[in-house]
């Protein structure tokens, strides 16, 4: 089947500093792909939606300056945390869409814990 | 707006017991509705789906969901229990053709030995 890669699985890093996590369909091309994040024993909080060629679409609430999204190819997208700060600790995972099939073809990645002391 | 509400965040059963997960939904269209598990500090795993087909749907491990219009639920069952099933699993919406998905809160379930 379809697999998502997502790296970093951990990462830990010093408050100020900028993370950036990659999520790549090694299988197949992802027009769309989603960016969630996951608080400890909640769900999953959809942050933004990542069209390929153009600019990604946030959630209410969700701060753009702050996770940046990039979907340069058909295989990869990244989210940047800049300027990271202990409240961003947090899950996040990516999913992808094959093709341009609605749901029954979303793939997620294994997720990335990001740790801000 | 869609909107998916667990019941229960918490379920305990034990090993070879039925296992029943709640979920009821709330969309203005025809709704895809979904059925993931998660385990810990991993990404989700597709467990089963309605698409506007068969409203008794069969997923992977024995799990399957019936798709009640009427009571606008889609509540996850598997008649017998494995310690392998403990995780989170998460009922979800999106609205048929769109790609954006609402996830409920997540259940935890419990497999006492």
């Known amino acids: 089947g379809a697999v998502v890669s997502q790296h970093p699985s951990w990462v830990i890093c010093k408050s100020g500093t900028s993370v950036k996590i990659e999520c790549r369909s090694l299988?197949?091309?992802?027009?769309?792909m989603f960016w969630y994040r996951q608080f400890p024993k909640q769900s999953l909080m959809l942050m933004a939606t990542?069209?390929?060629?153009?600019?990604?679409?946030?959630e209410q609430g969700v701060e753009k300056d702050k996770f940046l999204i990039n979907h340069a190819s058909l295989t990869l997208s990244t989210l940047t945390v800049t300027s990271a700060h202990p409240e961003d600790s947090s899950f996040y995972i990516c999913?992808?869409?094959?093709?341009?099939?609605?749901?029954?073809?979303?793939?997620f990645g294994s997720g990335t814990q990001l740790s801000v002391l | 707006a869609q909107s998916v509400t667990q019941l229960g965040s918490h379920v305990s059963v034990s090993e070879g017991a039925l296992v029943l997960l709640r979920c009821n939904y709330s969309s203005s269209v025809p709704p895809y509705l979904f059925w993931y598990v998660q385990y810990p500090n991993q990404g989700l795993q597709l467990l089963l789906k309605?698409?506007?087909?068969?409203?008794l749907v069969k997923g992977i491990n024995g799990f399957e969901a019936e798709f009640k219009k009427s009571e606008t639920s889609f509540h996850l069952t598997k008649p017998s229990a494995h310690m392998s099933d403990a995780a989170e699993y998460f009922c979800?919406?999106?609205?048929?053709?769109?790609?954006?998905?609402?996830f409920g809160a997540g259940t935890r379930l419990f497999v006492k030995a």
């Open positions: 999913s992808a869409i094959q093709g341009m099939v609605a749901n029954e073809k979303l793939f």
């Open positions: 309605y698409t506007s087909a068969a409203t």
């Open positions: 979800a919406v999106s609205e048929g053709g769109g790609f954006k998905t609402i």
């Open positions: 299988d197949f091309q992802a027009t769309t």
């Open positions: 990542s069209n390929e060629g153009s600019k990604a679409t946030y």
